[in-house]
């Protein structure tokens, strides 16, 4: 599984990998934005990833963990780790650049050809494994209250 830009038919899980992802809600979004926001080159930019990912003396992931990683702006990427808790997620893209999960290089380059305004002083991180989506609600209100106390006026969503 994901290697090759290959997609996995859903028929050739197991049944239990099958249902596990029909039960994912995924509603609608209509195509226009809930809001508007300034031009791209003022929007102050966050990165909010389901990739596991934390600082390597952060506390690791579980499984069943609703809980989130503050990642700082400063941070090296090299001193980030990943305890994605699902067994059938591919870390090699990780591995190889961890932009493909985390892409605050690309935000310092946007940053630096002025493209956009700022980057977050913080970055936020969840497993994304195990849980239903619904369930990360009241963290996910948290990490938005503190996404508006640093100005953020756009979000990087990452899922993995």
Known sequence: MGHGGSMVNIGDLS????????????????????????PLHERRVA???????HRRDDKNFDLSDLS???????????????????????????????NVVFPLDRLRELETAGEIGSIANFHYAFNGAGQLASAFEPTAREVGRMLKEDGVNAALLVPV
């Not at 989130?68 to 059938?88: E, F, G, K």
């Open 15 to 38: 049944p239990e990998s099958a249902q596990h992802l029909l039960d994912k809600d995924c509603p609608p979004f209509e195509s226009a934005p809930f809001v508007a926001g300034p």
């Open 47 to 53: 990165i909010v990833t389901t990739a596991g990912l």
């Open 68 to 98: 989130y990683r503050v990642i700082p702006s400063d941070v090296r990427l090299q001193d980030l780790v990943m305890t994605q808790a699902s067994v059938n997620f591919d870390r090699t893209g990780f591995q190889q650049d961890v």
